[in-house]
């Protein structure tokens, strides 16, 4: 009952006792009255809720399926890097080694306690490795693509655009590499373009009063989603704000305001994995013609150890940190443009409509305000062509995910071709080991948002409330109360859905405020004209209003404050 927590399980709990024969069956009546809502802009997983919903007469009174949809994303975020690894890799034990650090990314773990409170469908980071694995499928698979198009759209829409440019980097290839025919791709585009669209209409995105396409806030350089970019330290940033510390041996990075939903730390681990690899490449292009490489190969190791502590100790924070990004920087420029990841494919181009439409999401993840750390280089307009998609997809920062798990895959398997057999498993397991310990202080404070938090009692506690909720059959808020800041709506949401009443407090994701604009119009006329509906109970928000309430000559039943709120019955 905390932030975007608590507007899932809200979400939820309205959704549970609508009707199963509904159109569309995303619709979310009660939750938002007259300013209409669904499922989907509560961001309550839908899909979760589909498959709960039938069963509700089973469920007890209090019922989430949150924590369960975590474990979920860890069997998949596993599942599907296993898959993922197996195209570059043949030992098992290496696919392994690879798998446990992809399925402990911070970029993960972060969105379960982000703001506190966390975010759990932005957790669902098995899509973008469930697209990675189709595209380095030699079939197109329609199908395959259709149900993750639609499992998407029902998770979290933010998605959307990630699995959209890595589907169409696969068209591409499978045009131009595989020899496929043009009609099986407009076929298959045919057959993806269908599921969508159905998925969206069904779930409840568009025909209501709001839609993904319903921009809430206007984006401009003084409105917050501007914010929310991305920045490239982002990558050795051990600490935001919620996160704790990822590590002990990196230094925390001053970012600007928003930054936050640009956290992408790779982990120690995987950063010391870079540095070996990068290193030992580097060393055996300058001198294969003079030292046998696998002899070398532990001396690099222990030197580029060696190198980089030495570097943590004597240098600053911003010249250790820039000097340590330049060379992440030079590693994954120069070696993916190299044969070494596509081992099964015949040429160093096949994926670079993939590394563009990425790195195009990763510039877009940086927002109009382009930087490094602290630092900004240059603002630059919003082009009225991507207005509706930045309107849609305003929190840019998380567009970097897709080139965040393409890097770690690099560095893994590169890891596996760099050095020898045996010695890529020990430098696997080794590095790995090193980012469980190093971020072991972060992890607890994951497990501590979900094992310590203590039980939520709603404040609304005036048995005045139970004898309202038996004669009404509406709560509602004028001024209209949309995710206020005091967090007054959850009160009233919880209250209302345990009483299976309807409420206009509320907070979607996507919201029409032209519409919700003239309904709070048509509620304030209500009031001027005693024309106020008998069946609800009226909370008003503001304490101006208020006084202004009082002072009108209609018979209304002015029960006064109860456990703080303003009440009004007709």
Known sequence: MIGDSATHYLGWEFFRHTSLLQWPLGLDPKLGLDISSSIAFTDSIPIAAFIFKPFNFLLPETFQYLGLWILVCFILQAHFAARLLSHFLTDQVQIAL???FIALSP???YRLVHDGYGHIALASHFLILGALNLYFTKKLKSLSWALLFASTILIQAYFIPMIS????????????HEGGSRSIVVKHFAVVAIASIA???SGGYVALGSNLFTGSTEVTDSSFPYWFRWQPLSLIDIQTSFSG??????YDQQELRGDVEGFSFLGGGVILLTSLVALVWVYSRINAKFLNFHVSQIAVAIGSVLVISTGWIVMSTQVFSMALFVLLAVFIVGFSSK????KNCDSGNRHRILYLLVAALAGYSMTFRPGIGRRTFFVYPLPPLFKQFTQTFHTHGRYVWP???????VVIVATCRVFNKKLATIVLAGCLLFQVVDSASAVATVRHRFTNAPQWVSPMQDPRWEELARTHKNIIALPLLI???????MLIADFASRHKMGTNAVYFSRINMEEASQYAGRLHQGFLNGTLDASNIYIVTDDTYWEGVVGLKFPYAFTGDIDGFHVVVP
């Not at 044969?339 to 596509?342: D, E, F, N, S």
């Open 245 to 250: 510390t990822w590590s002990h041996f990196l």
């Open 107 to 109: 970029v993960l773990m």
């Open 403 to 409: 080139a965040y798990y393409l890097l770690v895959l």
């Open 98 to 100: 690879g798998t446990v």
């Open 339 to 342: 044969k070494l990841i596509a």
């Open 165 to 176: 440019a890595i589907w169409i980097a696969k068209l591409f290839q499978y045009l131009r």
């Open 199 to 201: 998925t969206l209409i």
């Open 483 to 489: 995710n206020d800041v005091e967090g007054r709506w």
